[in-house]
């Protein structure tokens, strides 16, 4: 049976090796779930699996991935759905036809996460209007509520930095920032460094969707943020599109799979490389988290 592993640059024909990233620094076991193990001796790995199509693959078992460190093999403990806090940014200061399509596609995207802990922030001004803590039907209540900001400048950064602050606090391994942009972004370069800087250090991935026919000619900030944090910046130009965009995000984060391992105690995460044993897959790493 051929092993399928990825790089995060290229895919080699016959067998396709793929280093994957680590994350580095302290997590604690918030929002972990069975992610939760002896300490020093798990490591937690993200990544997506597809078949030849392109099709999302979770029916994977501990016996189909193959885990290497430093050229040595590592024993699978388990493999599941990740199910990582998610904050989502809401601007809230367009005009009512694109916040009400906005809070619509955002409403349809918190259908599809499933069960798993969700952050709502407000743009305008930024403020949390649904922690990690509250049920998911309070989560609703609070974005149908969400009123458009007259007057009030929309800060989607400074959303997302806020966002950013409560993951940390979580000390959760993995997480996403999801932002739906409609409003032009900060940028002023010294407040942009000061309101990223969280959101690298909380190693979030940060996905932008934003009206590229507002927002374009501010959106710089947001899209080397994206590429940095290994998120996607996601242009559209018409407000029925938030739903599309938000709809194939829905796929991809519902599809991840969480695998952990068994690791030397003390051991390092150096030059981890995760594959598969299913014919023709495509494996892509999204980060290791060393204990």
Not at 221 to 235: D, I, M, S, V
């Amino acid at each position: 049976m051929r092993v399928s592993m990825l790089h995060p640059a290229r895919v080699f024909a016959s067998i396709a090796l793929v280093a994957v990233f680590a994350h580095h620094g302290h997590a604690s076991a918030a929002f972990q779930g069975n992610q939760t193990a002896v300490p020093g001796a798990s490591r937690f790995a993200l990544l997506l699996v597809n078949d030849a199509r392109g099709k999302a693959i979770v029916d994977v078992g501990i016996d189909d991935v193959v885990v290497q460190e430093d050229g040595a093999n590592r024993d699978v403990l388990d493999v599941r759905v990740a199910d990582y806090p998610i904050v989502i940014v809401v601007d809230n200061a367009a005009s009512a036809e694109v916040l009400d399509a906005v809070k619509t596609a955002i409403g349809r995207f918190l259908e599809r996460l499933g069960p798993r802990p969700v952050a709502l922030i407000a743009s305008a001004p930024p403020r949390i209007i649904s922690t990690f803590e509250d049920e998911r039907e309070n989560a609703v209540e609070q974005l149908g509520q969400l009123e458009r900001a007259d007057e009030v400048k929309s800060e989607p950064l400074r959303a997302a930095s806020l966002g950013a602050q409560a993951i940390h606090q979580t000390g959760a391994l993995f997480s996403t920032i999801v932002m739906a942009v409609a409003s032009p972004v900060e940028a002023q370069a010294d407040a942009t460094a000061e309101l990223s800087a969280p959101i690298i250090d909380s190693r979030a991935a940060l996905h932008v969707i934003a009206d590229d026919t507002i927002a374009a000619a501010t959106a710089g900030p947001l899209r080397r943020l994206a590429q940095q944090t290994r998120g996607a910046y996601t242009p559209i130009f018409a407000a029925a599109s938030y739903l599309p965009a938000l709809e194939r995000l829905a796929v991809r984060l519902t599809t991840e799979l969480l695998v952990e391992y068994i690791v030397p105690t003390g051991s390092r995460a150096i030059d981890p490389k995760i594959g598969v044993r299913i014919p023709g897959a495509r494996v892509q790493g999204l980060g290791v988290a060393p204990r």
